[in-house]
């Protein structure tokens, strides 16, 4: 029995990895000859215009111009090289590049770009707005998926981030509405995220729950409880219980006047700096620290960290408790930043999309930033194009995140793999 | 036992990943307890549960195997839900304002909105006592049903998928792709009486298995993960159904809302009592279907392989099981289930399709698969209950003006407490037979790398 269980791992991932080998080049070839034929042969012949800044900005860039045509051929031509070389790749034996794939996103997304604006009904696209709204966007998912991150890599799986993020903006709006103070609003959404994620511990730590079942209940325990709250105590006094103060962005001093970056980086709210702050600990604090080390001991191999000392279930529990608080600050920020009241299911899946993320991510802070950031991208991008007047119908374009992410974790991912022991308790002995 | 199940039995015993092992370990937790009260905690041992489950028939294990923690599980979520019907009522916290002086007051006020409410929720379920006629006193059992229906057939294509170890959380899509497919057979094409129902059920099937069989096919081909892919296929399908509804092929003439043509009354189900009642055939394909789920999982080859393959991909790529097929099979058939729902949906109760078609039915599923512990009867009588909860939660919010979200509050305490009955044993302190052995059982399916 145990050589069965030792061996698992290593066949499952040799006849995976085998598969994965050749599914990267085939992905990037559908996508390549999709190009091709939408991007170059599909173009348009009008030009597009990109402005990089607004014209009230202080330093003012020149907005850049370019043919639709010439640009669409131009990407795919490179797109298909990409996936012919990816194929050559792949036939010596060796694996494709991450940077390849980097290139090859860089220029799929220019083409489409190029190809969706020049075909609207105005050609003309504000990129710094487009960008600064996809952070935006992206900051809840970001807040999730690191909530994510810590739980899975201590071997715990995180349905719950859905539950997590909708109770830390009910709490929010509730605790700020009564103290008619932010802050206290965001202390509370803390406290809320925490005790989702006390219930998630208590039942899958102690009580050996499936992860995934406690996940999806506490989902639904949540929705119906903040729901049945909203309905009768919120609605019946929307002025004492919900109607939070809002946080201000706050602009640092000529930084935030830099183009394009500026505004992204510079002028956010606290919760957004919270998120550029959170990132950083939680890379550094993963891969740099002892505890990061411990965590992710805990999470691929529980036995061998046991048996140097360390508390397995301790630390799974403190890593998921620590993930509610910064999923909650993620809830927040839907009652205190995005909008000044708290609705219904106003969370809206975006706890499953961070989930994505994280998985797209493959587990890593960085990478679940990324892939978060992407995810804003793509439904900022929705809504500014459906302004814009596109032909395509605005259905396609709202599932465009979607379709990318069945594309990224089928194809593109690479070797995507969860931490060892995600989803198995501990029982020692 | 026959020698199939002794040999699945092995392959869980060995399984080091998988969760369906820990739910098996967890359901065989909650087997050994029929009574708990009346058998000691030291009559019981390990060694009598092999010849207890061997007499078992599928139906007594509904009956009794899990009976009291179930039970109990239900009181327990019922009594905190109503504590929180209780907290938000408005005499209740009226009379909080002098509960040290007169507390009675309090408390017959948090008894009366609570068993109001309840009270409502089973009169809009079950049975109307203040029923004009015989008829309108069963009616509520019967929108019990008819709400049932599409939990049941939904709820059994995720029990499916589970027992294959795969989480299928994409019921919803493929409810919304075979509704959509089977609207369509049913308004575009005009067929005779019996053909034309046929094929709408047909046309719905393939719907529900061609969106299940993509993330089948993806997970088996590329090693994807099943949740993401579904997650995202749901959106994915709610947007495609939102784009046709707005195609001249799809819209009803003359209308500028999302909605499509009535569907012809060929492709209808007929209704099972007559016009008072709206409960259609469609419930007596639910329960044949969970008995063709019954039959598929314990007495065919394929369920065997599935059960297999959810228990130990490894040992069962071993024994020479083709663990691919078996995803891309089972999420075929539990799509093809779901897209059952979403013929129940159109063909059925609902008459129309509209982006709204699936409810949060391929949600609800998940719990009631849960609830329902994977097992075709188990979600079945799940499927009831929460059928009940939403016919009977509508009446609710109507009588007594409590949020039908109550209903959802319940619901997914019930499970989370079904699913730890140490829990609920501690409660209510109950011994706890299973203790001892359900560490041994727990064992192997957990920390199999331990041996």
């Known amino acids: 029995m145990s050589a069965a269980t030792l061996t698992a791992p290593e066949a499952g991932s040799s006849t995976v990895s085998e598969v994965r080998n050749w599914k990267t080049p085939v992905m990037l070839a559908v996508l390549a000859v999709a190009a091709l034929l939408v991007f170059a042969i599909g173009a348009p012949s009008n030009n597009v215009t990109f402005r990089l800044t607004a014209e009230s900005d202080p330093i003012v860039l020149p907005a850049i111009v370019v043919s639709a045509p010439v640009t669409g051929w131009i990407c795919a031509v490179v797109l298909l090289a990409a996936a012919a070389w990816s194929f050559l790749r792949v036939r010596a034996g060796r694996p494709v590049p991450g940077w390849l794939l980097a290139v090859f996103a860089v220029f799929f997304v220019a083409g489409f770009l190029t190809w969706v604006v020049g075909s609207a009904r105005t050609p003309n696209l504000a990129l710094y707005g487009l960008l600064a709204g996809s952070v935006t966007l992206a900051v809840p998912l970001i807040f999730g998926s690191l909530s994510g991150v810590l739980c899975e890599r201590s071997g715990v799986i995180n349905i719950a981030i859905e539950g997590q993020l909708l109770f830390g903006a009910f ?7 009564l103290s008619g ?10 406290i809320a995220g925490v005790m989702v994620s006390a219930v998630l511990a208590v039942f899958s730590i102690k009580y050996i729950v499936n992860q995934v079942i406690v996940g999806v209940v506490l989902n639904v325990l949540v929705s119906g409880l903040t729901g049945f709250l909203f309905s009768t105590v919120m609605s019946a006094d929307s002025a004492t219980w919900n109607s939070p103060p809002r946080l201000a962005p706050i602009s640092i001093p000529v930084l935030s006047d830099i183009p394009v970056i500026g505004p992204i980086l510079f002028e956010q709210s606290i919760v957004g700096y919270l998120m550029y702050i959170a990132v950083a600990v939680i890379y550094v604090g993963l891969y740099h620290t002892k505890w990061g080390l411990r965590t992710r001991a805990v999470g691929e191999h529980p036995k061998a960290a ?9 630390t799974r529990f403190t890593n998921v408790l620590l993930a509610g608080a910064v999923a909650g600050l993620g809830g927040a920020f839907f009652t205190l930043v995005l909008v000044s009241s708290f609705g219904r299911d106003m969370t809206a899946g975006q706890g499953y999309i961070a989930l994505a993320a994280l998985i797209f991510g493959r587990w890593n802070p960085l990478g679940a930033f990324f892939a978060a950031l992407l995810f804003g991208f793509a439904t900022n991008l929705q809504s500014v194009l459906s302004f814009l007047g596109t032909p395509v119908p605005n259905q396609f374009l709202a599932m465009l995140p979607y379709v990318v992410t069945i594309f990224a974790v089928a194809g593109l991912v690479g070797k995507s793999r969860a931490p060892a022991s995600n989803g198995i308790p501990y029982i020692k002995g | 036992m026959s020698n199939e199940q002794k040999h699945e039995r092995q392959l869980s015993r060995s399984a080091a990943h998988g969760d369906e092992v820990r739910l098996e370990a967890a359901a065989e937790l909650g087997d050994g307890t029929q009574a708990p009260p009346a058998v000691p905690a030291g009559a019981q041992s390990g060694e009598l549960r092999p010849e207890l489950r061997e007499s078992q028939t599928v139906l007594q294990k509904i009956m009794t195997g899990n009976a009291l923690v179930a039970v109990l599980a239900v009181i327990m979520s019922l009594f905190l839900g109503g504590l929180l019907i209780a907290f938000t009522d408005e005499r209740v916290a009226n009379s909080a304002s ?7 007051d309090m408390l017959g006020a948090a008894w009366t909105a609570a068993s109001d409410a309840y009270l409502a929720l089973f009169q809009g379920s079950v049975f109307n006592w203040e029923g004009e006629s015989f008829s309108r006193m069963v009616y509520p059992l019967t929108q019990t049903l008819t709400v049932a229906t599409p939990l049941i057939c939904a709820g059994l294509g995720v029990a499916l998928a589970f027992r294959a170890g795969l989480f299928n959380i ?17 308004f575009s094409w005009h067929l005779p009486v019996g053909l034309h129902l046929l094929l709408v059920i047909i046309a719905g099937i393939i719907g529900g298995a061609l969106w299940a069989g993509i993330v089948g ?39 500028s809302n999302p909605i499509s043509p009535q569907l012809d009354e060929t492709a209808r189900y007929p209704l099972l009592f007559g016009e008072g009642f709206r409960l259609h055939w469609g419930f007596i394909v639910a329960i044949l279907a969970t008995v063709l789920v019954w039959w598929l999982l314990n007495r065919s080859t394929i369920g065997f392989e599935l059960r297999a393959v959810g228990a130990n991909p490894t040992a069962a790529r071993t024994a020479g099981i083709s663990v691919t097929k078996g995803y891309v099979t089972v999420m075929v058939i539990a799509g093809a289930l779901a897209g059952l729902a979403g013929v129940a949906q159109v063909a059925g109760t609902e008459g129309v399709l509209t982006s709204g078609v699936a409810a949060s039915f391929g949600f609800d599923a998940i719990t009631v698969a849960l609830l329902g512990r994977s097992t075709p009867w188990g979600t079945f009588a799940a499927g009831l209950l929460f059928g009940a909860f939403r016919a009977g939660g509508v009446t609710m919010q109507t009588a007594t003006g409590t949020s039908i979200d109550i209903v959802l509050v319940v619901q997914s305490l019930i499970v989370l407490f079904i699913a730890a009955p140490p829990l609920v044993r501690s409660v209510f302190r109950l011994p706890e037979p299973g203790a001892l052995r359900g560490r041994r059982n727990r064992k192997p399916a957990t920390a199999g790398g331990a041996a």
């Open chain 2, 98 to 104: 002098y509960f040290f002086a007169r507390p009675s």
């Open chain 1, 306 to 314: 046991d048996t140097v000392g360390v508390k397995v279930n301790r």
């Open chain 1, 171 to 177: 709490a929010a709006a509730i605790a700020g509405s």
């Open chain 1, 181 to 190: 103070s932010a802050f206290v609003g965001l202390l509370a959404a803390v």
């Open chain 2, 217 to 255: 096919l993806l997970k088996a081909k590329t090693g994807a993960h099943e949740v993401i892919l579904t997650i995202m296929l749901n959106y994915v399908a709610l947007n495609l159904v939102l784009y046709l509804l707005t195609t001249p092929a799809f819209q009803r003439p003359g209308s």
């Open chain 2, 170 to 186: 994409g019921a919803q899509g493929q409810i919304i792709i075979g509704a959509t497919l089977a609207a369509w057979v049913g």
